[in-house]
């Protein structure tokens, strides 16, 4: 195994027990925003995407990775847009 | 920018991803947390832009537009009843994105034919291979959740022999395409077919009322496939993401399983509620059933001091979220207490209730988990049951042949009375039946969840 992939692995799994120490302080209340706002999160595919796309490597490669940038920006936008209106709803009850 | 400059750029946007994460701890500051986490996002789409050698900029550009404006339109339109769906959709888009660069990188190398290195071969089938079970994953979620296609589980003879079969199927050809030293497409073309079609076996034997753990699921795997394409490009902020996504999915649909008392492959593979109602030691014979009109509920809940709402998926299939809302405003106008009890599989996602209620104008702090409510209980005169039954089934709690029996449930029936609203006796997702429904506390408000409570409130009003 290469440098890189052993590197990458210690990466993967130091983030992987970060994430989950984080997400098991997040309240149920807000676990639709959570996933929905972490799906936005797993759209950094789009850093992949578009490096494949603009890379000009013939046109098969060129079209899937336009799809891809396409999916990616849907995730991402999408993910991040829906969460925001959503945790907008949220409020705590006014004093009386 | 230099590649130096770029990997730490990239840092600052893992950074960002995780104060963004930090932040959902509270929904005071949820809001902020979800601005930072994609301010994070921007800075690594514009790091990548500056960076990469962009030989075709209009095609990266037409595709930044176009996945934007539809993924803006689709958020901005969907309705909040609708968000297991949009949550479903945007998984599956994840998973596409991994499938298409793993494709792309691994035409590349084929079609320049450069000998791929092993490790790297390796980590292009599993991003294949993921991203193509999230993404056919996610669409029959979504299929069944939009009701496209029955949300009863969907099985045939040899099912899981079929699922394990192609699994090893595209273990021996990854590991063929991976040893021959021949510039070969066809494996690859055979792997994402077969981890496409996987996709759908895996999804359609889960029925409707699972969906909370395979979404979560889902939402796992388009993290993990990201993570993987991250080992494919040798880039961190993908790893890192990706890895923080996965987990968080993984504690999600941990959480969902143990509050059914099941484990995650039972979801996964048990069928469950495929058979049809089953025979349960309680059957319902004998027994009668009270039910009420909504004059006699409107007494019984203006003049109660303390109400507990139950809501389950029936509320959001009625949107009666907005009708609820109005009564308890009624009864805390009359002086009464009203509090919400929210099961963590109520609905069919992970949180579902508390953004339908949100939507409602609901404080958040009026809902309760199931733990800190059940022991109010007792002391609740009313208990008022909204398109919600297996969560509050005693059955649970007592009848050790019931197939629910040890999951924890909200108890409903300790209250001093019980209202419940529902469409017919029918029986729950899990097809037993529910004793709460023949005790002597419980008035049953038959009909259209919306339309009985809206009868409800001109009652209480008139009172």
């Not at chain 1, 993967?12 to 302080?25: D, M, P, Q, S």
């Not at chain 1, 995407?49 to 490669?61: E, F, R, T």
């Not at chain 2, 000998?115 to 999230?134: E, H, K, N, V, W």
């Not at chain 2, 996610?138 to 022999?161: D, H, R, Y």
């Amino acid at each position: 195994m290469s440098e890189s992939l052993i590197g990458g692995l210690v990466i993967f799994v130091l983030a992987t027990f970060l994430g989950a120490a984080l997400i098991g302080r997040v309240p149920p209340t807000l676990h639709t925003p959570l996933m929905s706002g972490s799906n936005a999160i797993s759209g950094i595919t789009v850093v992949g995407a578009l490096i494949v796309a603009g890379a000009g490597l013939g046109w098969i490669s060129t079209v899937l990775g336009f799809l891809a940038v396409v999916f990616a920006m849907l995730n991402v936008v999408g993910g991040y847009a829906v969460t925001d209106r959503m945790l907008l709803m949220f409020k705590k009850e006014e004093k009386r | 920018m230099n590649r130096a400059t770029e990997q730490l750029v990239y840092l600052v946007a893992a950074i960002l991803f995780i104060v963004g994460l930090q932040r959902l701890q509270s929904p005071a500051t949820a809001r902020s947390g979800n601005a930072v986490s994609g301010l994070g996002m921007l800075i690594a789409v514009i790091a990548t832009l500056l960076s990469a050698e962009i030989l075709s900029p209009s095609v990266v550009l037409a595709g930044l537009v176009v996945g934007s404006g539809v993924g803006y339109w689709m958020a901005r339109t969907v309705r909040m009843t609708s968000m297991p769906q949009m949550v479903a959709l945007l998984n599956g888009f994840g998973g596409a994105a991994s499938l298409l660069v793993g494709g792309a990188e691994f035409l590349k190398s084929e079609l320049h034919a450069e000998q791929i290195p092993i490790d790297t071969g390796i980590t292009i089938q599993l991003s294949l291979f993921i991203g193509a079970i999230t993404f056919t994953g996610s669409l029959i979620a979504w299929a069944k959740l939009q009701e496209v296609m029955t949300g009863k589980p969907i099985v045939f003879p040899a099912q899981k022999l079929l699922s394990a079969l192609l699994v090893l199927t595209v273990v021996g050809l990854s590991t063929y395409q991976l040893m021959t030293a021949e510039s070969l497409l066809w494996p690859f073309y055979a792997v994402c077919a077969i981890s496409l079609l996987l996709g759908i076996l895996l999804v359609i034997p889960i029925g409707g009322a699972d969906m909370p753990v395979v979404i979560a699921l889902l939402n796992s795997y388009s993290g993990i496939a990201a993570a993987m394409t991250g080992f494919v490009i040798d880039n961190s902020v993908l790893i890192i993401s990706g890895a923080l996504v996965g987990s968080s999915g993984i504690i999600l649909s941990q959480i969902m399983c143990k509050a059914m008392n099941r484990s995650l492959a039972n979801v996964l593979f048990g069928a469950f509620g495929a058979a049809g109602p089953k025979g349960s030691a309680k059957s319902a014979a004998g027994l009668s059933v009270r039910s009420v009109t909504p004059e006699d509920a409107a007494i019984q809940l203006a003049y109660a001091q303390s109400v507990v709402v139950i809501p389950g998926y029936g509320m959001a299939v009625a949107q009666a979220q907005h009708a609820v809302r109005e009564i308890q405003e009624l009864i805390e106008k009359r002086g009464g207490e009203v509090k919400y009890a929210i099961h963590p599989v109520a609905g069919r996602m992970p949180g579902h209730m508390n953004v339908l209620l949100a939507e409602a104008n609901v404080p958040y702090d009026k809902l309760r988990e199931m733990d800190d409510i059940n022991p109010e209980m007792e002391r609740c005169d009313v208990a008022i049951v909204i398109g919600a039954n297996d969560v509050v089934n005693p059955g649970a709690r007592t009848d050790q042949s019931s197939p629910i029996f040890g999951m924890p449930i909200i108890n409903a029936d300790y209250a001093k009375s019980i209202i419940v609203l529902k469409r017919s006796m029918a029986a729950g997702f899990a097809g037993i039946e529910n004793e709460l429904f023949y005790n002597p506390k419980t008035s049953m408000l038959f009909g259209d969840a919306k339309q009985s409570l809206t009868k409800v409130i001109s009652e209480i009003k008139q009172l």
